[in-house]
């Protein structure tokens, strides 16, 4: 849970959705979990607990003298990736949580949250300062070890953060804008179906959102014991990273239409709109902190487990020790995020992708086909490169039609609505 709830339910679903049009991307993403997500994050915690290794140990373990392990490359090559922008977009949550400490950010009149927002993100030092303490409290969580502390602080910080979502739609939705909002997330617009771009933002959201793809899972699946049960594990994170990318949405979409922002705004959008619901009640400053608090505290269990891949392949690797891997790479992915933030002030003229900034191209790099690939690899890892029987016994399912069901699904449906999307997204399908 530590791992899958963070940015990407609140920050990266409303604004990918609001770029897709909304419901029938909702709808697509559902699709995505339900067929290709579960059955995945499954085989993720499956491999990861049964090898008890990092992410490219666990394939040489389970499949010695296969070139499986190139899968668990491309996983420690994400999670530089993806760590490097997400620290970006976690400074700016830690920056508006510091601002609502001290009294709320500076913003005045209609348009005033968007003007602040612009003002910040496309400054040169303040991002990159906040930037960096995200990843020092990461690096610092990581150094320690993910164990101490961090289930502790998740059991108390995730329901609150919960609750305070729940509080916030309910608000929101009194705002003007809820029959607007509830129409454009919940009412498919059918022809927009049609649009493969659509499904490939779908599936690399739900990719995201679970943290799949890229072996966060296999290395928290090697921490587990037997004791642990895997279908049940996974059944719960998958319901309650849905729930909160759902309730964000009805926190989020309300609130855009009451206050006329636009809901393809772009990464900004949650950073506009939560100013304009804290600006309009009366205890907005209390809310704002709170709400600012928890997500990044949510940001930086997320940020921990995508360190933690790195650092686990580096600790087996090369004998480094926990403190050593966890400065060094911790620094280095910062390095690498350095770009991802500039992109909006100093490197506002470079796009590497289409018409794409430098966070929102490593960010579709990462997302719409590393983690898909990724998840691609893993399914046939498991539904074809391993022993079946073997398979379906690490799984904890026993040997019942639901673990059959599994495989089944990781051989077929999995794999090949991946290839689909990919090809159909490049036009070749
Ligand atoms: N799932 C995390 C989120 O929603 C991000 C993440 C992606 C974490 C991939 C680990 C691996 O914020």
């Not at 003298?65 to 668990?72: A, D, I, N, Y």
């Not at 490359?73 to 508006?96: E, K, N």
């Not at 913003?107 to 990159?128: A, K, M, N, R, V």
């Not at 926190?251 to 304009?276: H, K």
Request: aromatic letters at 14%.
């Amino acid at each position: 849970m530590g791992s899958a709830v963070g940015l990407g339910n609140i920050w990266r679903f409303a604004y990918v959705a609001g770029e897709s049009g909304g419901g029938t991307f909702l709808l697509l993403y559902i699709l995505c979990i339900i067929a290709i997500g579960i059955p995945i994050l499954m085989a993720e915690l499956t491999i990861g607990r049964r090898a008890k290794s990092d992410v490219v140990g666990s394939f040489e373990t389970l499949a010695p003298g296969t070139p499986w392990f190139v899968t668990g490359f491309l996983g420690v090559a994400s999670a530089f990736i993806i760590l490097s922008f997400y620290g970006v977009v976690a400074g700016w949550a830690l920056h508006y949580f510091i601002q609502y400490v001290l009294g709320g950010p500076a913003i005045s009149g209609e348009g005033g949250s968007e003007s602040y927002f612009i003002e910040f993100h496309t400054s040169t030092y303040s991002p990159l300062f906040w930037q960096s303490i995200f990843m020092i409290l990461t690096i610092g969580i990581v150094y320690v070890g993910v164990k101490k502390g961090i289930e502790k602080s998740n059991k108390i910080l995730m329901p609150l953060l919960a609750i305070l979502v729940i509080l916030l739609a309910g608000y929101s939705l009194t705002l003007g804008g809820a029959q607007e909002a509830l129409s454009f997330l919940f009412s498919p617009d059918w022809r927009s179906l049609r649009d493969p771009n659509v499904y490939l933002a779908a599936l690399g959201q739900a990719f995201f959102s679970l943290s799949l793809g890229m072996g966060a899972l296999i290395t928290y699946g090697s921490y587990l014991s037997s004791k642990d049960k895997l279908p049940g594990a996974a059944v719960s994170v998958v319901t309650l990273d849905t729930l909160f990318a759902i309730l964000a949405g009805l926190m989020i979409f309300p609130a855009v239409f009451a206050f006329g922002n636009a809901p393809n705004s772009g990464p900004g959008l949650v950073f506009i709109t939560l100013p304009d619901i804290f600006n309009s009640l009366s205890l907005g400053v209390v809310f704002g902190t709170l709400f600012f608090f928890l997500l990044s505290a949510a940001a930086i269990s997320s940020g921990v487990s995508l360190l933690e891949v790195a650092v686990a392949y580096f600790m087996r690797k090369f004998n480094w020790s926990r403190k050593k891997a966890a400065i060094i790479i911790g620094g280095i992915i910062f390095l690498i995020g350095i770009p991802s933030s500039l992109g909006y002030g100093a490197l506002n003229h470079v796009t590497l992708i289409g018409d794409r900034d430098i966070l929102d191209s490593m960010d579709f790099i990462a997302s719409n086909i590393f983690l898909p690939l990724g998840g691609l690899l893993i399914a046939l890892f498991v539904g074809v490169g391993w022993n079946k029987a073997e398979a379906i016994e690490a799984s904890d399912f026993g040997n019942t039609w639901i673990g059959h069901t599994w495989i089944l699904i990781l051989r077929t449906i999995a794999p090949v609505a991946i290839l689909i999307i990919f090809l159909s997204s490049i036009g070749l399908f």
